[in-house]
């Protein structure tokens, strides 16, 4: 069931991905809803951090995995009066031009941009191609990444994680779109991490033998997750990242 004709579109990513993607996709073709279904928050006080951070000038690259991370380190070494002198004598290295359009964003350049688009990509290129055993690598990241990143790169070189921001659930989403959702009155549900689609499957209460849902993934990562929860889905993007996801939704329902 359309409304006024439209595609209906449901995003549960956090608000400002969501307002990217929205941006996008400004078309008659679509109705876009908004359902964000977790929420992430700087780790200011943390003393492991900022001991670290203290010693950024010891490090010879810093990989970045996320936007987030990127805004999420900008703060925290702002927060402690980090030199930026210090901090401009190191590498930079961005999983997507996203990642690397906030660091540029912050005045630093990067150095090197991942030339895939999953985490796996990103440690084989940066293995083969970039670092170098000697260096000192300083890894900022959400406390809920995995650690393969960690172990892979860990292998050639000396890398060091930290745990800038954590992810937060949103218990309380919007109930209406929820409804859309229960009674199958939407065309693609998008899901951009793990821990939202575990969110929304602790709210929902849904079970995989009698629910079937019409879901937009942002990469093979998340892909999987839900896969493995027995649910399936729909459209993968070819391209982890807002545009790959507009690109997907465009292609499919246009």
């Not at 929420?39 to 203290?54: A, C, G, Y």
């Not at 990241?141 to 650690?147: C, E, M, R, S, Y």
């Not at 998340?222 to 507009?246: Q, R, W």
Request: with cysteine; hydrophobic share 40%.
């Amino acid at each position: 069931m359309k409304v006024k004709g439209k595609n209906i579109i449901i995003s549960t990513q956090p608000k400002e991905q969501a307002e990217l993607l929205h941006s996008l996709l400004q078309s008659t073709y679509f109705l876009f809803y908004s359902m964000p279904l977790i929420e992430t928050k700087i780790l200011k006080s943390n003393p492991d951090n900022e001991q670290v951070l203290r010693t950024i000038q010891s490090f010879d690259w810093i990989v970045f995995t996320s936007k987030r991370g990127v805004f999420s380190f900008f703060e925290l070494t702002k927060s402690l009066n980090i030199k930026e002198e210090d901090i401009a004598k190191l590498q930079f290295a961005a999983i997507g031009t996203a990642t690397a359009g906030e660091i540029f964003k912050n005045g630093y350049q990067v150095h090197y941009i991942n030339k895939g688009n999953t985490s796996k990509e990103f440690a084989a290129y940066l293995i083969d191609d970039v670092i170098q055993p000697k260096d000192k690598i300083l890894l900022p990241q959400g406390n809920l990444a995995p650690d393969f990143l960690l172990n892979k790169l860990s292998e050639k070189a000396k890398c060091t994680r930290i745990n800038i921001y954590e992810t937060l659930k949103i218990k309380n989403p919007d109930k209406e779109i929820l409804n859309l959702i229960e009674n199958n009155n939407y065309d693609l549900l998008i899901f951009t991490s793990p821990s939202a689609f575990e969110n929304f499957l602790e709210i929902t209460k849904y079970q995989a033998d009698n629910k079937k849902l019409k879901i937009l993934s942002i990469g093979q990562t998340t892909t999987d997750f839900i896969e493995n929860k027995g649910f399936k889905v729909k459209i993968t993007a070819k391209k982890s990242n807002i545009k790959g996801l507009a690109d997907e939704i465009i292609k499919h329902l246009v």
